[in-house]
């Protein structure tokens, strides 16, 4: 998602020095660096990384030297408390924005972002924020965006689950699957989610992958980490982890996250199952 957000950024006018050391390409109005450290001149930095350790290489050990008052924007999913953590090993000012999208969302500058930090640091990060995001929320102090972004994970891997799990009811039911996924679009659970999501859905073979499963995954194993730190009890979420475990064992970690539907529909063997009339199920009789 990186490469299209700094993408943005340049072509808002800002001067964007760039690295990945596994890049292919160059996208237009970057100034590629040799290292890390050479990120470190700017007045600000971002970084967009799948998880901590990678982000912690970065901050800590890659940018140890910027100048004061130099602000990090960590807008990969990494957790309210890795977050706070690398404020406290740094002297680099840190600002958490998680993003919510795809990867198509963010080609065309219509992710949201979730922002924790001051006040004052939000508006001197937004006009940046707002060149690669179309919303920009701030959620409160530092960890605040980050928190943010696991419950909304929180609900998303929920809303992927129940929507697999009506697709398996349908079926059993005798339905064609896209005649019943026009429906629910258009029911009262139609959600953005569930329009968006049908292809990866109905033909996961020539559709492009949005998230994955490993990348939801973790995002929700952080988002239960964080409740079981406040003692919370989310039956919801930890239904929606083990599924996402099982389709990670099943080798489908780098598919899209609506593959969890071929976890639920190896669990029921619903396409050598007959249709029981709902009637006969419950022993009612005519």
């Known amino acids: 998602m990186g490469r299209p957000m700094a993408a943005h950024l340049a072509a808002s006018g800002h ?11 160059v996208p237009q109005g970057l100034t590629m660096v040799d290292s890390i450290e050479d990120l470190a001149v700017a007045p600000l930095s971002i970084s967009m990384l799948p998880d901590g350790p990678s982000t912690r290489a970065v901050v800590v050990d890659g940018l140890r030297a910027v100048a004061a008052g130099h602000v990090h924007i960590v807008m990969g999913t990494i957790g309210p408390e890795a977050v706070r953590e690398l404020a406290d090993r740094t002297k680099t000012e840190i ?17 949201t972002t979730m922002v924790g930090s001051s006040v004052a640091q939000f508006e001197q990060v937004r006009p940046v924020l707002a060149a690669m995001t179309a919303a920009q929320f701030h959620a409160g102090p530092l ?41 629910l679009r258009n029911s009262a659970a139609g959600a953005p989610y569930v329009g ?14 949005a998230a994955t499963v490993a990348l939801i995954r973790k995002d929700l194993g952080l988002a239960l980490d964080l409740a079981h730190r406040h003692d919370l009890d989310l039956p919801g979420a930890e239904a929606a982890f083990g599924v996402l475990e099982e389709a990670m064992e099943a080798g489908l970690e ?8 071929t976890v639920l529909r190896r669990r029921s063997d619903v396409s050598t199952r007959p249709a029981i009339p709902y009637g ?3 022993g009612a009789h005519p």
Do not use: H
């Open 15 to 25: 001067t964007v020095l760039a690295y990945d050391p596994v890049a292919e390409g």
């Open 95 to 111: 600002v958490d924005a998680p993003v919510s999208g795809s990867v198509s969302m963010a080609e065309s500058a219509s992710i």
């Open 143 to 183: 960890g605040s965006g980050s928190a943010a972004k696991l419950a909304v994970n929180a609900v998303l891997a929920g809303l992927s689950q129940a929507v697999a799990e009506g697709l398996v009811l349908a079926e059993a039911g005798g339905l064609d699957p896209a005649v019943f996924y026009d429906i």
């Open 196 to 209: 968006y999501k049908q292809q990866a859905y109905l033909a996961p073979q020539t559709t492009a992958v």
């Open 254 to 261: 780098r598919a899209d996250m609506a593959e969890v539907l």
């Open 280 to 282: 006969q199920q419950m």
